[in-house]
């Protein structure tokens, strides 16, 4: 069972379009963070959002953390080749508290094309 | 401030052979992690090291699986004997608060 479902999977973009990817949850989470991995490489932490209802942004990208802190969204503006890579995200749930275990979405590989 | 190194970055052996994966974490960071990624989903914690203490293996098939983390700094994570279905990126991650969690390279191992 996935506690963390991301959608989509995989997405295939032609470059200065946008996209959206989603992360959704039943359970409730402290906090949620997104991460960028490059093949060979490992998972690189992009944002942490803590608050229900927060909004961040890192250049052209988004990051919104749901109300009730069970969902999150990544929002990439006139997306780039340079932005291709696998995009996770993860939670710390909410009830354990000994040195942040994180939960982590299956990932969505993102394609852009110039 | 140099990142969390690991080896051997690739290895690959028979099913039923032993290997062992090398990770050395930020200095200073008390909590190390290791994870397994297998191909297509995100990574999954094995074991969670606090200092030379393990704070959670719940997921850690201990039959085959061990790891320790002697006086708290480099940890060894061991498969003995391996399956098929082991072949995975095996991702060490370490952080200092427990929040923010640095990750290494990983190993890819491939079982045939």
């Known amino acids: 069972t996935q506690l963390l479902e991301q959608s989509p999977q995989f997405l295939s973009i032609q470059e200065g379009e946008n996209l959206t990817v989603y992360c959704n949850s039943s359970?409730?989470?402290?906090?949620l963070q997104w991460y960028r991995q490059e093949p060979g490489e490992g998972p690189v932490l992009l944002v942490t959002?803590?608050?229900?209802?927060e909004v961040k942004k890192l250049k052209r990208l988004t990051f919104q953390f749901g109300d009730a802190r069970k969902d999150s969204s990544l929002h990439i503006t006139a997306a780039q080749p340079g932005d291709t890579g696998l995009y996770l995200c993860?939670?710390?749930?909410?009830?354990?508290?000994?040195?942040?275990?994180?939960?982590f979405g299956q990932g969505t590989e993102l394609s852009v094309k110039p | 401030e140099a990142g969390v190194a690991q080896s051997p970055r690739y290895k690959i052996i028979e099913k039923r052979q032993s290997v062992a994966f090398w990770c050395n974490p930020i200095?200073?960071?008390?909590?190390l992690y290791w994870y397994q990624q297998i191909l297509g989903q995100g990574p999954k914690l094995l074991i969670q090291?606090?200092?030379?203490?393990?704070?959670?293996d719940s997921q850690l098939p201990k039959d085959r699986f061990s790891a320790e983390r002697l006086k708290g700094v480099d940890s060894t994570l061991k498969i003995q004997p391996a399956k098929l279905e082991d072949s995975a990126v095996y991702l060490c991650?370490?952080?200092?608060?427990?929040?923010?969690?640095?990750f290494g390279p990983g190993t890819r191992l491939t079982v045939t």
């Open positions: 991650a370490s952080s200092l608060m427990g929040q923010e969690q640095y």
């Open positions: 359970s409730v989470f402290s906090s």
């Open positions: 959002v803590v608050t229900g209802g």
């Open positions: 993860a939670g710390h749930l909410a009830s354990y508290n000994q040195g942040g275990k994180l939960i």
């Open positions: 200095s200073g960071h008390a909590t």
């Open positions: 090291f606090q200092n030379n203490g393990v704070v959670d």
